[in-house]
């Protein structure tokens, strides 16, 4: 049973470039939520997909938007980068009916520089 | 507002018990969680309670909560240097708000 896969593992971009990031939920899982780990913090929440529309965001500028297909996979796409951006991208998946168990990729590390 | 806090590093010696403690402001009926983050890894749910709950024990590990003061507590028995990780206490449900993490370290 594969888990929760992102791609890429590590990703290095210069300021003012746009990026896309991957996520391919955890078997029968429905739901995708990404979240923004920036070193020595705990994971913000971005925002989390559901039938291919946002169902929740975060805090976070329109930068960041994202997308769900029809296989429940999702991407993350972050445009006009900024130093700050800089931060481990962590996808988790989960059953809509079961949103309080989130399962965790390994996440992709973005370096802006 | 929501917030989540943690104490920032704990050491203990391999066999003894680790107690990780954790403070919340939701005031909702919300599920609590705990999560484990090895070095370049992502997040491993270790367990999670529901706010109407006082108390969840897995294994090794026990979850003990008190509503009254919003505080959250992991026990981790016979802890072993595999243990070794940041631990995360987070709640919420769809959104998850997490705590700043806790460096739990094992010595012999």
């Known amino acids: 049973d594969a888990g929760v896969t992102q791609s890429p593992t590590h990703l290095i971009k210069t300021r003012g470039q746009q990026v896309t990031l991957r996520c391919s939920p955890k078997?029968?899982?429905?739901?995708v939520s990404w979240y923004q780990q920036a070193l020595g913090q705990g994971p913000q929440f971005i925002f989390q997909?559901?039938?291919?529309?946002?169902?929740q965001r975060g805090n976070f500028p329109d930068r960041f938007s994202g997308h769900q297909f029809p296989n429940y996979s999702s991407e993350l796409n972050v445009n006009a980068l900024l130093l700050g951006d800089s931060a481990l991208y962590l996808c988790?998946?989960?059953?809509?009916?079961?949103?309080?168990?989130?399962?965790f990729g390994p996440g992709t590390r973005l370096t802006v520089t | 507002g929501e917030d989540v806090e943690q104490s920032l590093f704990l050491s203990v010696r391999e066999g003894d018990s680790s107690v990780i403690n954790c403070t919340y402001t939701?005031?909702?009926?919300?599920?609590l969680y705990w999560y484990k983050q090895e070095p370049g890894a992502g997040l491993q749910l270790l367990t999670y309670?529901?706010?109407?709950?006082d108390m969840k024990q897995d294994q090794r590990l026990t979850v003990l909560l008190n509503k009254k003061d919003k505080h959250l507590s992991l026990r981790i028995a016979d802890t072993q240097t595999g243990d070794s990780a940041i631990y995360f206490c987070?709640?919420?449900?769809?959104?998850?708000?997490f705590g700043a993490g806790t460096r739990l370290a094992v010595h012999p």
């Open positions: 997909y559901y039938e291919e529309e946002e169902r």
């Open positions: 939701d005031s909702s009926s919300t599920y």
């Open positions: 987070a709640e919420g449900y769809n959104k998850l708000i």
């Open positions: 988790a998946s989960s059953l809509v009916t079961n949103s309080y168990e989130q399962y």
């Open positions: 078997s029968g899982h429905d739901t």
């Open positions: 309670i529901f706010s109407n709950m």
